[in-house]
């Protein structure tokens, strides 16, 4: 009998296996999963059972006591304010790095990272520095009655610091990843500069733009080093909330500070789903256009 000899041209019926970076998904699942559960899901959880050993009434006591109350308000106020401003410096920003070129240009885009490597606690002293009676800034400010220290405006201030490069990251590759033909078109139909912007640049960007806004606000809600100099912590007037849960720690009342940490808590879950949320929508609206 002969025997039939395989074809060196034909293709290999053997399955392919596909090399991976890491070593291999089980071990790199399980540490991700561990460094999860040991980094978050364990602090998270023990802040919920904490809340909820105090019951509903004890609860509601602290979290809408007049101290808090004004904590939680000026801490919402200010976000609002540093995230408005966030906004509209951060789309700016954005599109002067994209669209222009310039001497200093990677200075100014490396700049953008500043508060991301720079401690929360030194921003605070460079802000208060500047901004106080006697500081540069303050020294113009103060007299013609600005004051910022000591302010919610100094609030505002140190959280737009910490919180702007979340707009900037999250807008600009969008803008670097668009077509450029898109606006050739619109030039040619005779469009102007300003409704190119609004109708055919405006509307790519507007997710991302909407996501780095939501990253900024829940990051403003959450911060602490920058704020505490800065602000003179004077409760109903600039004492934010994660300051007041600080000082019930000190004073031994878990239970305050828990309840006060479970509410940023919950403001932040709600933030983080928006902002998934709209980078589905993101990635939805790219997939679309394609």
């Known amino acids: 009998m002969s ?13 392919i296996r596909t090399k991976r970076v890491l070593p291999g998904f089980t071990l790199s699942l399980g540490t991700t999963l561990l460094y999860l559960t040991l980094i978050v899901l364990i602090p998270v959880i023990a802040l919920i059972l904490k809340g909820a050993e105090m019951g509903p009434a004890r609860f509601w006591a602290i979290v809408s006591s007049p101290r808090a109350v004004a904590a939680f308000q000026i801490t919402l106020t200010a976000a609002v304010i540093a995230t408005i401003f966030n906004a509209l410096y951060g789309l700016l920003m954005a599109w002067v790095l994209v669209r222009y070129e310039f001497r200093g240009k990677r200075i100014l885009d490396a700049l953008m990272d500043v508060p991301f490597a720079l401690p929360t606690a ?3 002293l460079s802000l208060t520095a500047l901004f106080s ?8 400010l103060h007299p013609a009655g600005i004051p910022v220290v000591y302010t919610i ?14 707009v900037v990251r999250t807008v600009q590759p969008v803008l670097e990843d ?30 991302a733009w909407l996501a780095g806004c939501t990253i900024a606000f829940a990051r403003s809600l959450g911060e602490f ?19 007041l849960a600080f000082i019930r720690l000190e004073e031994f009342d878990y239970n305050g500070a828990a309840a006060i940490a479970l509410v940023l808590l919950v403001f932040a879950l709600i933030l983080l ?18």
């Open 153 to 166: 405006w100094g609030i505002a201030l140190a959280m737009a610091f910490t919180s702007v490069p979340f």
């Open 133 to 140: 009676a006697n500081g540069w800034f303050g020294a113009v």
């Open 3 to 15: 025997t039939a000899q395989a074809d060196p041209g034909a293709p290999s019926s053997a399955p």
């Open 178 to 207: 668009m077509d450029p033909a898109l606006e050739e078109a619109a030039v040619t139909l005779g469009a102007r500069p300003w409704t190119i912007f609004t109708r055919v640049v405006f509307p790519a960007i507007l997710p």
């Open 225 to 243: 080093g920058a704020i505490v100099f800065i602000a003179g912590n004077l409760p109903f007037r600039t004492e934010i909330a994660a300051l």
């Open 122 to 124: 030194v921003a605070g």
């Open 273 to 290: 789903l928006v902002s998934n949320l709209l980078q589905y929508w993101a990635s939805r609206y790219r997939e679309g256009n394609r």
